[in-house]
């Protein structure tokens, strides 16, 4: 079974592809409603695959998230701090 891995934002095709290749990919960014999909899908989730986007209330939404991979220049958009609290990678 493949991990649950929350896609937060659009990214290029190719990167996309490879993501629904090696995981089940939920994708935030066309969620009609934010919340209703994170309250369904939360607790599965163990990975973001982000363009640059993860905060405290993001990481609260999946209470089993053990890693956040950030694709772009830095991080300024992940709340680094409050992950490294959570034990979040």
Known sequence: MKPNV???????????????AAYNVH????????????????GSIR??????????????ACPNLEIISSFGVGYDGVDAQYAKSRGII
């Open 27 to 42: 994708r935030l960014h066309e969620a009609g409603d934010r919340d209703a999909f994170l309250g369904e899908v939360g």
């Open 47 to 60: 990975g973001f695959a982000t363009p640059g986007q993860a905060d405290r209330l993001l990481m609260d």
């Open 6 to 20: 929350l896609l937060v934002g659009q990214m290029m095709p190719h990167i996309m592809a490879a993501l629904d």
